[in-house]
């Protein structure tokens, strides 16, 4: 069942385009004021007390709209949710009014031990309800929508009848959360396990796409792997601009983690975006 939330006050991100906010591009950032309309940083990285980055984020917070992308959850674990965790979230969420906050539709930890990945559930009934109670209580902590992104997975489950965008809109449905399309992660399961994307695209209900998500990979063999270590593909891009008029213009992040490149890439990379949401003839739902 679906949670009523308070109005979130947190300045609204457009639908433009926006960069991911990594320390390699601080000192930059806060000097040219790039032309971008947000940035979306990971909250685990400002969990300290005090110190430099929570002072740096503060001033990129008065300049630009945030969100944030969490990775620290394993929403689809087994073991209790880590409260210390969700609670310092929390602390960050009201100190600095994210426009958005998301999770990844995975699992990262079991008995107690974090594995440095986010790996996919099974796409069951158990699974589904089993995320959903825990959802529900995340968004109840938060007293906010959790977003939940889509991952890439380099395997799948024997036993997996529900199809991954029919699971990820019935947590939606179920949950009350908003998702975030990762266009880049859509592309790669679909080269790796001979998938239509557009079949994953297609059943996405376009009212709880909240943000969507573009990145590189890298070709090993014949497998794509989700890097996040250079520019977004054309086929990616192809990709965007059919989501984009299939569901209408939506936030979206350029998300480079590796091999980090100069300030002015990311933001061509963003204006790039931009070009093709501003060509957009749909309405947003």
């Not at 300045?11 to 947000?38: C, D, K, M």
């Not at 995975?106 to 959903?132: A, I, K, M």
């Not at 890298?218 to 965007?240: C, K, M, P, S």
Request: with cysteine.
């Amino acid at each position: 069942m679906s949670l009523e939330f308070p109005t979130i006050t947190s300045t609204p991100i457009p639908a433009l385009a926006g960069i991911g906010l990594r320390s390699h591009h601080f000192r930059e950032i806060l000097a040219e004021n790039p032309s971008v309309a947000w940035m979306e940083t990971h909250p685990e990285n400002y969990f300290g007390d005090g110190g430099a980055p929570l002072h740096i984020l503060e001033q990129i917070r008065s300049r630009y709209p945030l969100s944030f992308h969490g990775v620290g959850l394993s929403l689809g674990s087994t073991d209790p949710i880590e409260h210390a965790h969700l609670h310092k979230l929390k602390a960050l969420i009201d100190r600095f009014e994210p426009a958005f906050v998301s999770e990844h539709l995975s699992w990262s930890s079991v008995g107690g031990r974090f594995l440095n990945d986010l790996l996919p559930l099974p796409y069951t009934p158990e699974s589904l309800d089993h995320l959903c109670s825990r959802i529900a209580a995340v968004q109840e902590v938060l007293r906010r929508p959790l977003l939940i992104e889509n991952i890439t997975r380099y395997l799948t489950w024997r036993d997996s009848p529900i199809p991954e965008g029919e699971f990820m809109a019935e947590v939606a449905r179920k949950t009350g959360c908003g998702i975030l399309l990762d266009i880049n992660n859509v592309y790669v399961n679909a080269i790796n396990f001979h998938l239509d994307p557009l079949e994953f695209l297609k059943v996405i209900p376009a009212h709880a796409v909240w943000e969507i998500h573009l990145a590189g990979f890298d070709r090993f063999g014949r497998r794509l792997i989700d890097t996040h270590g250079q520019a977004v593909h054309l086929e990616v891009w192809n990709l965007y601009e059919w989501a984009i008029n299939h569901l209408g213009p939506r936030p979206t992040l350029i998300e480079w983690d590796t091999n980090l490149p100069a300030l002015h890439v990311l933001v061509e990379q963003a204006a790039h975006a931009d070009a093709i949401l501003e060509g957009c003839h749909v309405t947003a739902s």
